[in-house]
């Protein structure tokens, strides 16, 4: 086997920075909190003008010295010393230093370490949590973000999932001074790729259907199969107006929500009117019963274990208290069995059966919660027909909410977009929708 080549103390210096091959240490400066490294930079065979692009250029005047920030190692903060040459350009009577490849000159920093910011911002951390990671300043971590740009996605999905999420942001408005903020900010998501396509800072019908309308031309917007949204009327006349060819579906998710929720007003009736006429005991065992109405019967013994047939004894002797949350509980359980069924003609024939048999109830909230399944019944069984589901946009938005919370919330929609895209959207410095201003014109380059 041939011997592999033994390096010298310089060249394991440059290899363990991930620095190019060329480049030669000159010395190093152990100081306190960081490690200095003075560089000697190759001289390259031609020199072409940034500006006109002549080559026949000549070195001119004084050298530079800069400090660039470099990716810490071993837990050390590096700072990079290098000297670049001052060159004249005959063709276009200008002047320009040589900056290597891998120097950001504009921001003050190498490729390397601007890549593992990039990556750092990806991940649900706190801006300080990256200063730390990266033995750097907040000022270079906000340099970094405010050199990103986030457009809008060039094709929309397949699959098109659309909810809402709590925000608490918007924009600054000058005179007078206050932030405009919108309380629900859209969550646009993939549904085949389970990645965040966009976000949008209002969820009103209006606004909806202007942005889609104006970012995507119809044929775009034919693209679109499958729009998965809630029980919302504007997601689904947004649907309606603008994806005329896509298929409606609202997932079972929405569904079980609507009737867990309308369980818990019925219970909560039922408490105040116990409260009322004194009856403590029983109030005890409804209070007692708010998470185990909600579960379905077949999951009962795998989430309360050894508590399982207590529970089950405690539902009965509430069930002879209260009939009307008896029925509520045996609704909520139908439309279980019916989610659990198969194949989809027969969940169908059962979810009519289910609306038939609860729609008169004498319960006002079952009344209600039937009165709006059945107006959306057909979106329901399109879940059913083509296995589809807004579940990938209901999981980013927990992933949202956990960014937001580590971050101790984003006042600018804009910043808060930008943190949501790239935690979320799987993207990477070189994607066709990221443009970074790095260059020394703040022209938009990566290689």
Known sequence: MPRKKKLNAGEELVQLLQLPPDVTVDHVDHELEEDIFFLNLPVPLERTCPFCGSKDCIIRGSALTQSIRHIPVSGRKITLSITKRRFYCKGCESSFYDTPDWVLSRLRMSRNLYKAIFNDLCEILPFTQIMKKEHVSERTIRSVFDS????????????????????????????????????????????????????????????????????????????????????????????????????????????????????????????????????????????????????????????????????????????????????????????????????????????????????????????TAVGTIRLHRSYIINAWLHEKSNGPCEGLNKKIKDLKRASFGIHSFESFRKRILLTCGGLTPASNQVILHIGEEGTSTWS
């Open 148 to 367: 990103i740009e986030i457009l809008h996605p060039r094709n929309l999905p397949r699959t098109l999932c659309i909810d809402e999420f709590h925000a608490e942001s918007g924009f600054w408005i000058k005179k007078p001074k206050h932030w405009a903020k919108d309380k629900y900010n859209v969550n646009v998501t993939d549904g085949e790729r389970k990645i965040v396509v966009d976000v949008l800072q209002q969820r009103t019908l209006e606004y909806l259907s202007k942005y889609f309308r104006e970012t995507y031309l119809p044929v775009q917007r034919q693209a679109v199969k499958f729009f998965c949204c809630d029980m919302n009327g504007g997601f689904i006349s947004l649907a309606r107006t603008c994806f005329p060819k896509a298929v409606i579906i609202v997932d079972n998710f929405h569904v079980v929500q609507l009737l867990t929720k309308a369980m818990d007003k019925v219970r909560c009736r039922e408490q105040d009117f116990l409260i009322d006429h004194n009856r403590k005991d029983d109030y005890a065992r409804l209070k007692k019963l708010s998470r185990v109405l909600k579960t379905w019967d077949g999951n009962i013994e795998k989430y309360f274990q050894e508590t399982a047939s207590a529970k089950r004894k405690l539902m009965e002797e509430a069930f002879q208290v209260s009939p009307n949350l008896q029925t509520m509980h045996g609704a909520l359980q139908d439309f279980h069995d019916i989610m659990m069924s198969y194949p989809a003609s027969y969940q169908k024939e059962l979810l009519l059966e289910w609306i038939n048999e609860y729609k008169s109830s004498d319960i006002p909230e079952l009344k």
